[in-house]
């Protein structure tokens, strides 16, 4: 007769439900991927507050001597040790402003055409180019608006004068060097990127929705219009705001082309100032500790500034986005 066996009985404890289910989730990779995501995504984080808390305790020296009348001050004179950023606040923001005027309109439409309207050849074809030219260094464009656009300008201002003559925002003498010559040349920049973006933008959008319009009887530019880029009018603002920043930030073009005047004019056709060109020109080469800690507070005030304009264009599109749903 076989002996019967007898069942082993294991008495050790069986593992919580939770660690059973970390251990899974970590053999699975969940946990892994989720650390190190977690770990990129804070990085940004921490990178920006440590850029701003540098800003902040570097710009210490000046905030306490001239305090917010920095910020509405128009002297720069580092010899007799008074700083106001208000010349290159009013630079950089008249310039980025030329520049989207321009370049929305131009990137926007030039996005709908090579996604919807041009023949296959022919968009892949632009779009290579464009391409190719957001990737040209800005030094570059800032050469083209010195030996090109600045003597077209200057061939072109009896026709600027004729037109917009009665208008103050083209009045004085022009020299070739202005804020309007920095803004045809950051619309130049930056359209590339409103063109690339949005045309992928649009292209996403699904072949449905198309499909659907055109069953229903609406042309092929009806069907863009009224529905492919409502659709994609998520997609084709961020791409403003990511040209908005560009232009915002931009150094070397604008520095050599936009007159680099600290004074406020009311002509467009006038030379001015913006902060991103005042800190390529003067930081290596300031003259002492309250000249150094004003050029830092125009980097905070650059930052700010940048955060308040990207900001309320967002509140602006989400606004225009909520009527239109609604």
Do not use: C
């Amino acid at each position: 007769m076989a002996a019967s066996s007898t069942p082993v009985i294991d008495a050790r404890p069986a593992p919580p439900r939770r660690a059973q289910s970390f251990v899974k989730r970590l053999r699975a990779g969940d946990e892994i991927a989720y650390l190190v995501t977690f770990v990129a995504a804070a990085s940004v984080v921490i990178i920006t507050a440590m850029l701003v808390w540098e800003l902040y305790q570097n710009s210490a020296q000046s905030r306490a001597q001239f305090g917010w009348s920095f910020l509405w001050t128009s002297s720069w004179d580092p010899i007799n040790g008074q700083f106001g950023a208000l010349p290159f606040i009013y630079g950089t923001v008249i310039t980025s402003a030329l520049a989207m005027l321009m370049a929305i309109p131009l990137g926007v439409g030039a996005a709908i055409f090579l996604a919807e309207l041009a023949p296959p050849r022919m968009s892949s074809a632009l779009t290579f180019l464009i391409e190719l030219l957001a990737a040209v260094p800005s030094v570059i464009f800032g050469l083209l608006g010195i030996f090109i656009l600045v003597p077209a300008l200057r061939e072109a201002e009896p026709a600027i004068r004729a037109v917009l003559g009665w208008s103050p925002l083209f009045s004085g003498p022009f020299y070739g060097m202005s804020l309007f010559s920095a803004g045809v040349v950051l619309t130049v920049m930056i359209i590339p990127f409103i063109i690339s973006i949005s045309r992928e933008v649009i292209l996403s959008v699904p072949l449905d929705q198309r499909e659907g319009a055109l069953a229903l009887g609406a042309t092929r530019w009806e069907t863009t219009w009224d529905v492919v880029v409502p659709y994609a009018r998520k997609g084709i603002a961020g791409s403003i705001f990511l040209a908005l920043a560009r232009a915002l930030g931009e150094t070397m073009a604008v520095t050599m082309v936009v007159g680099n005047e600290p004074k406020i004019h009311a002509s467009l056709l006038a030379p001015g100032y913006s902060i991103a060109a005042l800190l390529a020109n003067e930081f290596v080469e300031n003259t002492g500790p309250l000249h150094l800690s004003a050029l830092t507070e125009l980097g905070l005030v650059l930052f700010a500034l940048t955060i308040v304009i990207n900001g309320a264009a967002r509140i602006l599109v989400a606004g225009t986005a909520g009527k239109g749903s609604s």
